[in-house]
DNA sequence: ATAATAAAAGACTAAAATGTCTTTTATTAT
DNA sequence: ATAATAAAAGACATTTTAGTCTTTTATTAT
């Protein structure tokens, strides 16, 4: 088990790989492609990038020369945004020993511990974006595969 | 889903309730009364126990007046041992994104980023010890339920 | 020795996450 | 208009995680 869900791993590659795949030319890239470019099952990753659509974190057209882009506006947008669609903010508010009720005023043995751990995904989620490597995707110096 | 299992994270509360609850002393708690102080499901955690007893985490008697314990050695041992004898060792070595083969010379995108904070987790998980909080829990500062 | 106690062990069930398959809908090129 | 393309939608199947129940084994007090 990692920090993300499988579900919320392949939702940010294939952001990842939508964003170096269609930025500048504008284009649009399919299913398969973009399957075969984070190695993942297909199926499944279209179900993943249906809600992503749907929610507005990337953009699709069906039919012939159809597929997945992102807009300028999505390529802005921090990894967060992915990560509060798909795993929800558990991992950035959550108790790390799983109880509802803590809080400053009634916190677990290791509130402070988790709050500092939280605050740092959650900043570094945030000050990450998109569309920001574009560049070492296109020239390799970067995987998503594997 | 937070960072660590359902499974660790009772795993990790009821270590504590055992650690304060019969330091000093020498007493023992049974399996009850360990659920209901840390609001666990009662044979859920007894599996959990039996587990951790088998790798030696916490000490455990059987028949009257028996129940689970910690001894001294036990104590001492740092919360990382927990976790990794329970969720393993991915939450502290694997890759953010999932890929097997992430490493410095094929990272993925966020490969920097994540070593920074899964060395942050380690190093917090490492650095506290599973008897630490006895006083607080003793006087009721600290929560281990709800 | 026997009965009572409490954990150990193992078989079982339920729910959630992950993954697959088929049908429908929208778009485009002819 | 029609055929081809590609995503959307929804019904399934599988696996993993979480949780339950029953029987066995070890310990202690009588």
Redesign the interface.
Known sequence: ??????TC??A??SV?FIAHRTAGQSGRVGIKEIALGIDSPEPFLAKILQDLSRRGIVQSTKGPNGGFYLDSASLERPLSDIVAAV??N??FY?????????SEI?????HN??K??RN??HL?LHE?KIG??NA??MNGM?????
Chains 1, 2 share one sequence.
């Open positions: 088990m990692g920090i993300f869900s499988k791993e392949y940010i590659r990842f795993d929800g558990d991992i959550g108790c790390g020993l799983g109880l509802k009720q803590c009634n916190p677990c043995p290791l511990e988790f500092d751990i740092k995904i570094m990450t920001e490597f070492e995707l970067l995987s998503l595969k594997k």
